[in-house]
């Protein structure tokens, strides 16, 4: 999950409003996973994120926020993209709501393969294809490109927080990459 | 949705307190279709729910109901079919996390087909074969097992609020059913 | 189902040995729902064909076709796409292999919604944004775009054949539109 | 997929003629993944077979068979179920023909993660709970229950042939276990 960027929406609250509500209800959450796709629609490449955890690390990470109260589904897709990789990126998203998988983070570790110490958020994960130019913004250090052989091969998905590296493995089990 | 039920789990909270929650976040539910299926998991009925709407008229309704802090959307199903179905229904609970749709209720009509007066909530949709013996619960007067060609030659549908028929036709959809 | 396309494929066999297959073996099969997309993923309109139907009548209809030994279904997409929409037509090939829904089409009609008086097919069903130009080739008359509600307001879906109107209908409910 | 019992139906054919429409055509297939689930829905183990494989190896399978000419694909997953798990299985057969994945098994390695030297077959996947008592039928050796933790511990996916080991992840995935 994107901690500085959720904060950020967190403050539209005052501080301590957000983090009481996150007390009180699931938080609904979008994941989304940026690739790079062949003209035949396979996917060629998957964009990580470098930033800052809350713990000071730095960590590779998937683009991730909050739905707000009024806003759809689709424009939380496009505003967090947007809010990640810039307004060039030209993403592609899916002409269906349903989410490729859907991840339970909680603030224990085990209750699931995914965790989040500041909420239990329930999040719709999609892979969205990007066609544009993507430049990290606000928070984010940096975007690479995986290409997908290469991902696999290394330990970037070893070190992602969260279970954001479950994520990226569901959507190339659901692509049918691996 | 299911009102009078939401209201009761409100109810762990002060009353006002869920009103306000429910100005500032969209709300995570779960909508469930009861069916009863053939030995070759083909869906040969619908169960619908007859209860009293917020408006006080009396109407068909899916199972319907929030999703906890710190609850899995499994057992987040497994206690709305207990709820309104009874402790001997039997429900099957999907294998996967995946909803057949996602819908998304909206105070304002025609955001999307789902309107809810009371919040904006997200509810992921699933198809649940129940095998058990079903026994309306608490405030849901009767259930009633409706075969797929009775259901889709009557007017029943047409009467459902909020887009519950919207989404009973894409659980059809959905199973290859119309 | 795309008759004459399917003939002239059948015609890699002599025309004797296609009819003999038929007989032996379920026929694996795409069917591509062509749509255009707002830049929020939302369906704005359908892309119909206009051809000649086996028994000489006009029909509106799906881009549907074969899938060939060794050919992989990325590429019967793209192949069948081309060869009723044209070279032009950018279509955006899904990122999963997974169909919204799978359609069974028998010789007899009642086995399910879906006939095929030639075959009995089994067809991979799929939704295709098309960005780009289209313009009938071969045996299609004509390619109209339907806008959602005109579609569903009119009498189009009502005229089609074998069943390729279901197959709409699901991908407009898969899609959340309907 | 299963060798023997494929042989089996093929015998439907004079052995040459079945050889023969694998040189023209893709073959249509199911495969089937059995599990043990929990009263939440969740998979708790996974069933392989031991068969002989063609090359006179004893390999783990997932059920895989052929979909027959004039055979619905529900038809053909409690026909597989049955020979390979026995009578008293009692399969849940999906609500919905949507596979959670599609195998497409080509002769040649490389083309993708399945491979049959056999034929191009094209399988579509359902993770099928089995409530029943299972008894390994005809060619299969034995039926073992797998824990999914043992299952991922161990080195009995990276053992399994032609890609059904790609075919289980993928389930899983699919299911939220991994």
Not at 29 to 50: E, F, H, K, N, Q
Not at 57 to 71: C, F, K, N, Q, Y
Request: proline residues 7%; negative net charge.
């Amino acid at each position: 999950m994107n901690r500085t960027a959720v904060d950020a929406e967190g403050s539209w609250f005052e501080p301590d409003e957000m983090a009481q509500l996150r007390r009180r209800l699931p938080i609904p959450y979008v994941d989304i996973v940026p690739v790079r796709t062949d003209v035949d629609g396979s996917i060629v490449a998957v964009g990580l994120l470098l930033r800052a955890s809350g713990a000071g690390r730095i960590v590779r990470a998937i683009v991730s926020g909050r739905v707000l109260i009024h806003e759809s589904i689709r424009e939380a897709i496009t505003r967090h993209v947007e809010k990640d990789l810039g307004t060039m990126a030209l993403p592609r998203v899916p002409v269906s709501p349903v989410p490729f998988t859907v991840a339970e983070y909680f603030p224990t570790p085990g209750q699931s393969p995914f965790t989040d110490a500041r909420q239990h958020a329930i999040s719709l994960a999609y892979i969205v294809p990007v066609d544009g130019e993507c430049a990290p913004q606000e928070d984010a250090l940096e975007l690479t490109w995986f290409e997908v052989d290469e991902l696999l091969g290394s330990e970037v998905l070893d070190e992602m927080e969260g279970g954001h590296d479950v994520i990226v493995r569901r959507a190339l089990a659901h692509a049918g990459v691996v």
